[in-house]
């Protein structure tokens, strides 16, 4: 593919591990590392990205489905690890055989070769959590998932992106009638939880632009959610605002996507 186009390709998303591949310019950057070293081998290899040197590891929030194989995927990647300060600590606390890690504070840029790298603070309940938006070129991608609800800096960093990865976790009705426990319920369903289809929907709405060309749902939640059902949520909110030009697509917990190439 060539040196111009960006790459995302979503290792797998979901509450049992996130991991996602970033490519441009000669440069590749890995958010998170929430499957173990072996697995997230496996499924770059399924990805057809095996042997691709990765440049850095982006941590979004020391959550176990995004760290749970940082330390070792940083070994054997040789690669660093980059984190906000608070969640950087947070880590080391765990584990503290844990690699040196950068650290960054959220709402700065810096570059890792040719992207230049935007974490933002998202609304979460973890210790300074971040998604992350990429400038490459002249062009901005973003990842965002475990947002409790679309805050205004969430909404600004989502505009004029050529692609979105975005959260889109559980329907409310599948939520309500699922067997989880109250407390978790809510813990979902709070400002510092995670994205329904419903407010996937909005938020989408809001932040697609002119620019916008492709939208990757993640984080879908097994028990309270079906692909199929997000899908047709953000698509139908695609038809509504007079975008079904914009390619919808769903990441998979147990699988990678093909690279998207935008
Ligand atoms: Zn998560
Ligand atoms: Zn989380």
Redesign the pocket.
């Known amino acids: 593919m060539s040196e111009d186009n960006i790459g995302i390709t979503v290792l797998g998303s979901g509450?049992s591990g996130n991991c996602t591949i970033i490519q441009y310019g000669g440069t590749a950057i890995m958010v998170d590392a929430g499957f173990s070293a072996r697995e997230t081998q496996r499924r770059l290899q399924l990805a057809g990205l095996e042997g691709l040197r990765i440049n850095a590891i982006l941590v979004?929030?020391e959550?176990d489905?995004?760290v749970k194989g940082l330390r070792v995927c940083a070994k054997t990647l040789d690669a660093p690890i980059f984190a906000s300060m608070k969640c950087a600590q947070k880590m080391r606390c765990k584990d503290e055989r844990l690699r040196q890690m950068a650290t960054f504070a959220p709402g700065g840029t810096f570059d890792i070769g040719s992207i230049t790298v935007c974490p933002f603070s998202i609304p979460?309940?973890?210790s300074d959590?971040v998604a992350f938006s990429f400038i490459c070129g002249n062009r901005k991608i973003a990842i965002a998932?475990?947002i409790g609800y679309a805050s205004s800096m969430v909404e600004y960093q989502l505009r004029e992106c050529t692609a979105l990865v975005l959260e889109s976790n559980h329907d409310l009705d599948m939520l309500a009638a699922s067997s989880r426990p109250w407390h978790l319920k809510q813990r979902i369903m709070s400002r510092q939880g995670?994205l329904s289809n419903e407010a996937s929907a909005q938020l989408l709405a809001d932040v697609a632009s002119d620019c916008t060309r492709n939208v990757i749902l993640a984080h879908i939640s097994r028990e309270c959610n079906k692909e199929k059902i997000a899908f047709d949520r953000a698509q139908q909110c695609l038809q509504n605002i007079d975008r079904p030009d914009i390619v919808l697509q769903v990441a998979h917990q147990n699988r990678p996507i093909e690279t998207l190439w935008c």
Do not use: E, G, Q, V
Request: no cysteine; aromatic share 0%.
């Open positions: 509450s979004t929030h959550h489905d995004h979460h309940d973890a959590p998932t475990d995670h």
